[in-house]
Structure formats: structure tokens, C-alpha cells
């Protein structure tokens, strides 16, 4: 504890999360660790962090792993559903989380592949190896893209493993990349200037040379999903993203996920993915808004998209959830005229349901 920090992003005034630096402090100090600082990170600058500063280095080391991570999450997710031998997925996932960690730890070197690799090495050995992956030869199955406040998206805690759930129903998990929620700001600069007379001609350049950088990390990555003939979905840019959105929604709306949330939900239609779960945390009004409050146009440009809204919430029954994603699931099946097979015995079965809700939930 004596050399621990705790570190939240921060992503505007409207977000709830302003106020979670001073419930951790609270917290923290309260579970008997007053001497753990809590450091709050946003381009506001809406607390002072003495000590701390981000560096060149760290914020390259920070970008590389937010690429990695994305990679390996787009690859299990692919994989996993079509996996040959049970948990061959989740075992190929745990070497490459032990490489990469490995590969940060002693700068660029993995003693589990016993050689030293670059950025760009690294990231084509690991899609490789998943593309290498036996998978059994099936038609493809439903996809379900998941979206949403990016804590409940991403957190399997916070969301009850909705993955796992997608899953479990027989269908295949589309998680959107995590490294675009931090450029989504950045990419509509030139329209807060043209339209609010927000920042400067120079500050605009800045931003979008950012944006540019962003994508060269991530330009090793695509580079690898593309050797593997379509297998793998190469992401596309945040300005693609925006172009969606406005189709939509103003670019001018940034509360909670803003215009982003759209853009990616049109992404996936576009992807075909057009069976989507938003996961809405309870009582944050901007995610309802630019969630929910989006459906009925986006329904109206894309006939075909089959979209469910899920509160996520810690009173809130995980029964009625299930309920409402199965519904979504036989719907997806119907459109796609394949027949459902759900593995209820799946490892990745998010959590044991009794045996009688179950059977019920069967009925």
C-alpha cells in the first residue's frame, strides 16, 4: 500500500463519474489506507495531482497496451464460440496475456517465447497464433455486438459477464474497441469550432494529429487481421464512426458516450451485426439518452436491427436481464433461419442460475 495508487479517468462534468474521486478517497481511507493517493485524470483538469506526472514514455507504454488489449479481445471473441477442443480459446488467451505482460515487464523480451520481439512483431505472432487456432467447420453463428457505457460494457462485473451470456445462447460476442473512446473527443475538435467557436485553428491540428498517431498504434494491428483473409474484422476509423453518426445525432452531443455510442451501434449494423445489447447503467440520464433515446431512428434507417436495452443494476433481478437477451437471441436466430442451440454447460456460463429459476426460465 505504501507504494499503491489508484487512478480514474475522468471524461467530463456531466458524467457521474466527476464524483467518484471523492468517494474513493472516502472509501479508501475508511477500509484503512489513508496514505493511498487517488489520482484523477481528464483533459479538464478538474483535480490537481501533486507528484504525478504522464509522461511521453508512459503514455506510449499506456496507447501500446489499450492496442494489445483490444487485439486480444477481438480475436477470443471470434474464436472462442468455434473453438474445436473446449477452452483451447481461453488457453491461447492466457499465453498471450502472460507474453504481453511479460513483454512490458522486461522491455520487449518474453521468456516464454525466449526472444525479444518489436510492436509490431508482437501483435502479428499473437493474431497469427489465433488464426492458427482449430475451429470447427459450422455456419457462422448470430452475432450479438455489445455497447454501451464503457464501465459496463467492458466490466464483467458490472454487466453480470453479458459475454458469457451471448455465449452460453450460441451465439458469438462483437465487443467494440476500447482505444476509440479515448480519440471519439478528439475527432469532433473541427466541429466545436465551427459550430461553438470552442478552442483554436491550431488547437484543432492538434487534436487531429493526435487522432493520427492513435491510428498509426493500431495500424500493426490491421495490418494483421488483413493477413488472415476476413477471418478477423479490421476496425474502422473514428472519422468512419463519425460519418455514421451524424447520419443520427449532432456530433455536438459528447455527454456520457455521446455521439461515439451511435456511430459504433451503425458500425456493427453496417459489419452485419445488427443484433445489439446496450448496456445502460441505472440512472445515468446522458447514456439513456444517446442509448435508448437513439432506437427509434436507428430503427427506422436500419429495418433489420434488433435492438435491446439492458439496465444494469445491483437491485435489479439478473432473471429479468437473461430474459430480455434471450428474447433478443430468438430473434436474432429467426432473422438469421438458423435454429437455436443454446449450451446451457458452457465454461463461460457468466453465473449458476438455481436449478428451479432455470428450469423455469427453460419453460
Same mark, same amino acid.
Request: net charge positive; with cysteine; glycine share 8%.
Given at each position: 500500500?505504501?507504494?499503491?495508487?489508484?487512478?480514474?479517468?475522468?471524461?467530463?462534468?456531466?458524467?457521474? $463519474?466527476?464524483?467518484?474521486?471523492?468517494?474513493?478517497?472516502? $472509501?479508501?481511507?475508511?477500509?484503512?489506507?489513508?496514505?493511498? #493517493?487517488? !489520482?484523477?485524470?481528464? !483533459?479538464?483538469?478538474?483535480?490537481?495531482?501533486?507528484?504525478?506526472? =504522464?509522461?511521453?514514455a508512459?503514455?506510449?507504454?499506456?496507447?501500446?497496451?489499450?492496442?494489445?488489449?483490444?487485439? =486480444?479481445?477481438?480475436?477470443?471473441?471470434?474464436?472462442?464460440?468455434?473453438?474445436?477442443?473446449?477452452?483451447?480459446?481461453?488457453?491461447?488467451?492466457?499465453?498471450?496475456? $502472460?507474453?504481453?505482460?511479460?513483454?512490458?515487464?522486461?522491455?520487449?523480451?518474453?521468456?516464454?517465447?525466449?526472444?525479444?520481439?518489436?510492436?509490431?512483431?508482437?501483435?502479428?505472432?499473437?493474431?497469427?497464433?489465433?488464426?492458427?487456432?482449430?475451429?470447427?467447420?459450422? #455456419?457462422? /453463428?448470430?452475432?450479438?455486438?455489445?455497447?454501451?457505457?464503457?464501465?459496463?460494457?467492458?466490466?464483467?462485473?458490472?454487466?453480470?459477464?453479458?459475454?458469457?451470456?451471448?455465449?452460453?445462447?450460441?451465439?458469438?460476442?462483437?465487443?467494440?474497441?476500447?482505444?476509440?473512446?479515448?480519440?471519439?473527443?478528439?475527432?469532433?475538435?473541427?466541429?466545436?469550432?465551427?459550430?461553438?467557436?470552442?478552442?483554436?485553428?491550431?488547437?484543432?491540428?492538434?487534436?487531429?494529429?493526435?487522432?493520427?498517431?492513435?491510428?498509426?498504434?493500431?495500424?500493426?494491428?490491421?495490418?494483421?487481421?488483413?493477413?488472415?483473409?476476413?477471418?478477423?474484422?479490421?476496425?474502422?476509423?473514428?472519422? /468512419?464512426?463519425?460519418?455514421y453518426?451524424?447520419?443520427?445525432?449532432?456530433?455536438?452531443?459528447?455527454?456520457?458516450?455521446?455521439?461515439?455510442?451511435?456511430?459504433e451501434?451503425?458500425?456493427?449494423?453496417?459489419?452485419?451485426?445488427?443484433?445489439?445489447?446496450?448496456c445502460?447503467?441505472?440512472?445515468?440520464?446522458?447514456?439513456?439518452?444517446?442509448?435508448?433515446?437513439?432506437?427509434?431512428?436507428?430503427?427506422?434507417?436500419?429495418?433489420?436491427?434488433?435492438?435491446?436495452?439492458?439496465?444494469?443494476?445491483?437491485? $435489479?433481478?439478473?432473471?429479468?436481464?437473461?430474459n430480455?437477451? /434471450?428474447?433478443?437471441?430468438a430473434?436474432?436466430? /429467426?432473422?438469421?433461419?438458423?435454429?437455436?442451440?443454446?449450451?446451457?454447460?458452457?465454461p463461460?456460463?457468466?453465473?449458476?442460475?438455481?436449478?428451479?429459476?432455470?428450469?423455469?426460465?427453460?419453460?
Amino acid at each position: 500500500p505504501e507504494n499503491s495508487s489508484v487512478a480514474i479517468t475522468q471524461t467530463g462534468g456531466m458524467c457521474r $463519474a466527476t464524483n467518484y474521486v471523492g468517494m474513493l478517497r472516502r $472509501a479508501l481511507k475508511a477500509a484503512g489506507y489513508p496514505q493511498v #493517493p487517488v !489520482l484523477s485524470l481528464s !483533459l479538464q483538469g478538474f483535480d490537481s495531482n501533486p507528484g504525478f506526472k =504522464l509522461t511521453p514514455a508512459m503514455l506510449h507504454r499506456i496507447i501500446q497496451s489499450l492496442v494489445i488489449g483490444d487485439t =486480444l479481445q477481438r480475436v477470443l471473441l471470434r474464436t472462442r464460440p468455434y473453438e474445436r477442443r473446449a477452452g483451447s480459446a481461453n488457453e491461447l488467451y492466457r499465453r498471450w496475456d $502472460a507474453i504481453t505482460q511479460e513483454w512490458f515487464a522486461h522491455r520487449h523480451y518474453s521468456p516464454t517465447l525466449g526472444k525479444r520481439l518489436s510492436y509490431r512483431g508482437l501483435l502479428t505472432k499473437l493474431v497469427a497464433e489465433f488464426d492458427a487456432l482449430p475451429l470447427v467447420d459450422v #455456419p457462422r /453463428k448470430p452475432r450479438i455486438g455489445i455497447v454501451g457505457e464503457i464501465l459496463v460494457k467492458f466490466q464483467p462485473d458490472a454487466n453480470n459477464n453479458v459475454v458469457g451470456v451471448v455465449e452460453a445462447e450460441g451465439c458469438e460476442a462483437v465487443l467494440p474497441n476500447l482505444a476509440e473512446f479515448f480519440t471519439y473527443s478528439l475527432a469532433a475538435a473541427d466541429w466545436r469550432l465551427e459550430n461553438l467557436g470552442s478552442g483554436s485553428k491550431l488547437g484543432v491540428r492538434l487534436q487531429q494529429a493526435m487522432v493520427w498517431v492513435f491510428e498509426r498504434y493500431e495500424r500493426p494491428a490491421s495490418r494483421a487481421f488483413a493477413k488472415t483473409k476476413g477471418k478477423f474484422a479490421i476496425s474502422p476509423s473514428i472519422y /468512419k464512426l463519425r460519418d455514421y453518426a451524424q447520419k443520427v445525432i449532432s456530433i455536438g452531443t459528447d455527454a456520457g458516450e455521446g455521439w461515439f455510442m451511435v456511430g459504433e451501434m451503425i458500425e456493427l449494423i453496417e459489419q452485419g451485426v445488427p443484433n445489439i445489447i446496450c448496456c445502460q447503467p441505472f440512472a445515468c440520464l446522458p447514456n439513456h439518452v444517446i442509448g435508448r433515446g437513439m432506437f427509434k431512428e436507428l430503427r427506422a434507417q436500419h429495418p433489420e436491427a434488433n435492438i435491446v436495452s439492458i439496465d444494469y443494476d445491483p437491485g $435489479a433481478p439478473e432473471v429479468n436481464q437473461l430474459n430480455r437477451i /434471450k428474447l433478443m437471441v430468438a430473434t436474432a436466430f /429467426k432473422n438469421a433461419h438458423l435454429r437455436p442451440t443454446p449450451n446451457w454447460d458452457t465454461p463461460a456460463q457468466p453465473f449458476q442460475l438455481e436449478t428451479q429459476i432455470r428450469t423455469e426460465i427453460r419453460t
